[in-house]
């Protein structure tokens, strides 16, 4: 039924439990596993003085913590399960749907909530975007 699944984490407990679900569902279907994040550089501080929420601009530093992401990640897959990784920078919503696009997935597991609060602000609800411009089916994991 699927060949290749693409899993997109952000070190939430919700995205480690789709992680779980897509692993399973490769094993079964001896499909391809694919799992990428997005790091995305949030906008300039929305409150100032006292209640400023600080926020990581640095884009190495947001690189390096996406890619400790993605590794964590993987170390909690099977080893005898072949993964691909990939960290991409932008907004998460249309770099998944990209990804599925152009990468001939035939599914996309998402957690259905992310980082939190205060970055759900920033980044919007990537599973419901992801939920309904996906051309491909959609696992969305609580």
């Excluded at 039924?1 to 439990?17: I, K, N, P």
């Excluded at 993605?70 to 249309?94: K, Q």
């Amino acid at each position: 039924m699927f060949r290749s699944v693409l899993v997109a984490v952000d070190g939430s407990d919700h995205a480690e439990r789709a992680l779980g679900e897509a692993v399973d569902l490769a094993r079964a279907q001896g499909a391809a596993l694919t799992v990428i994040t997005v790091v995305t550089p949030p906008p300039m501080p929305v409150l100032a003085g006292p209640y400023a929420v600080p926020l990581p601009r640095d884009e190495e530093v947001l690189e390096q913590e996406g890619q400790a992401i993605l590794e964590r990640a993987v170390a909690s897959v099977p080893e005898d399960l072949p993964v691909a990784t990939a960290v991409y920078r932008g907004s998460a919503g249309p770099i998944i749907v990209e990804r599925l696009v152009e990468g001939g997935y035939d599914l996309v597991a998402v957690g259905s909530r992310g980082r939190g609060a205060i970055r759900s602000l920033f980044l919007g609800s990537v599973s419901h975007y992801v939920l309904h411009h996906s051309p491909i089916a959609v696992l969305i994991v609580r």
